[in-house]
């Protein structure tokens, strides 16, 4: 069980350390907690037993370099130069790992990075993206930086930063071997200041092959789709087949996440773990696929803070969270307030339970990635606790829906 010490040394509150887990494209319904008949996710659950659950969390920009972009920040999107799906993140650019470091932190990232300069050419998929090296004045600023560009190899990815001499693939299951290298950092780790780490994993992100061997995939025609998703077609096959193989992945990484919680619980020091997804998944809800959509599946994703003894345990906190706030939010759980170096609001209060959460956050395309089946325009909105209100990029009105999908 997850202990709920109040951590106090001689009357002392040590430093907490500080641990993001981001995940890409893995939805808000897509877990146990949230009441998926088809996910295992026993460690993640076990987890938010003993943490606050956010149950309306947002990306606000859903699709994978905007959202990590405006996470890292706290700003939107394109007022950090990241407009276009190309476009990296800008070298001069502050990030929550410089506030952290000004907080006394040491900083460290593993996994993907998404946020370098992007090959326009070789396809998403594959090791050309996997081994494109990132160099050390585009790491964000973090401290410690080991990960990859992009390349989408949810088995045997390429490595290279902090540590090694050049790209250099890993075999095995690329959440296994994060995990891994993130455990034995702080095996290694003989500083007593606190860290923030960010681990950043690919999965459930397609293609959804490569697998763990021992990871059995649910029978496609045994899932329980969700209630938009159309019947009778190819649609429907296609969410069979897809969601089958998205619980592998969400499975394994769950496992893997399971040996990380461990060993936080059994170290001797304090620690804030969050976990979520930096965007969702279609999945045949209202007969549409992958992400950058402004419908639930794709723009609500999971959020967990877990904080033993500094946290209520079994939380559900109502209102309305967007990814943008997770820096600001972090850094005030922390009691480090004020930092100009990130955006976004500090809602440390209401995960405290001392104020109200919010009721609704701004979700926004700023343009269209060219990898259909993705969204195909550019569009801004609002998410609110009842109501997403969406416009096309013209101004014009596109949809007005309640949770359900419905007008």
């Not at 939805?27 to 008949?37: C, E, F, K, T, V």
């Not at 681990?199 to 061997?213: F, R, T």
């Not at 480090?336 to 109200?356: H, K, N, T």
């Not at 990898?371 to 209100?389: D, E, L, V, Y």
Request: proline share 10%; glycine share 12%.
């Amino acid at each position: 069980m997850i202990r709920s010490e109040s951590y106090i040394k001689s009357g002392l509150t040590p430093s907490v350390d500080v641990f993001w887990i981001l995940t890409t494209q893995w939805r808000g319904q897509s877990i146990g907690w949230a009441g998926d008949p088809n996910t295992r996710t026993p460690h993640l659950d076990r987890a938010a037993r003993a943490g606050v659950i956010i149950e309306q969390a947002v990306a606000n920009h859903p699709f994978g370099p905007f959202s990590r972009a405006s996470i890292l920040t706290g700003r939107p999107t394109d007022e950090v130069g990241v407009s276009d799906y190309f476009d990296p993140l800008p070298a001069d650019c502050p990030t929550v790992a410089h506030a952290f470091s000004r907080a006394g932190y040491e900083t460290a990232w593993f996994g993907k990075w998404h946020l370098g300069p992007k090959l326009r050419g070789p396809p998403p998929v594959g090791e050309v993206h996997a081994r494109q090296p990132i160099p050390p004045d585009r790491r964000g600023g973090f401290g410690w930086w080991e990960g990859f560009e992009g390349g989408f190899l949810n088995r045997d990815p390429w490595l290279h930063g902090s540590g090694w001499r050049e790209p250099t693939q890993v075999r095995g299951y690329q959440s296994d071997i994060l995990v891994d290298r993130l455990l034995r950092y702080l095996e290694a780790r003989t500083s007593e200041s606190p860290l923030f780490s960010v681990l950043s994993l690919e999965p459930p992100h397609p293609p959804y092959d490569g697998l763990p061997d021992d990871i059995i995939i649910p029978d496609p025609a045994g899932i329980i789709l969700r209630e938009n998703v159309p019947v009778g077609g190819e649609v429907e096959q296609r969410a069979r087949r897809e969601y089958a193989a998205y619980c592998g992945q969400i499975e394994a990484t769950d496992r893997a996440l399971g040996r990380l919680l461990d060993r936080l619980e059994d170290r001797d020091r304090p620690y804030l773990l969050v976990f979520t997804s930096v965007h969702g998944d279609m999945h045949g809800s209202l007969g549409l696929f992958r992400k950058g959509w402004p419908h639930e599946e794709s723009i609500r994703v999971p959020l967990l803070f877990l904080s033993p003894g500094r946290l209520k345990p079994a939380q559900r906190a109502d209102g309305v969270f967007g990814l943008i706030d997770l820096g600001a939010t972090s850094l005030g759980l922390i009691g480090s307030q004020g930092a100009p170096e990130v955006g976004g609001r500090d809602q440390s209060g209401w995960l405290r339970g001392e104020c109200a959460g919010p009721t609704e956050t701004f979700i926004r395309m700023p343009s269209v990635p060219p990898f259909p089946p993705n969204c195909p325009k550019a569009w801004s909105g609002i998410r609110g606790m009842g109501r997403t209100t969406v416009w096309n990029s013209d101004g014009s009105p596109w949809l007005d829906l309640d949770q359900r999908g419905q007008s």
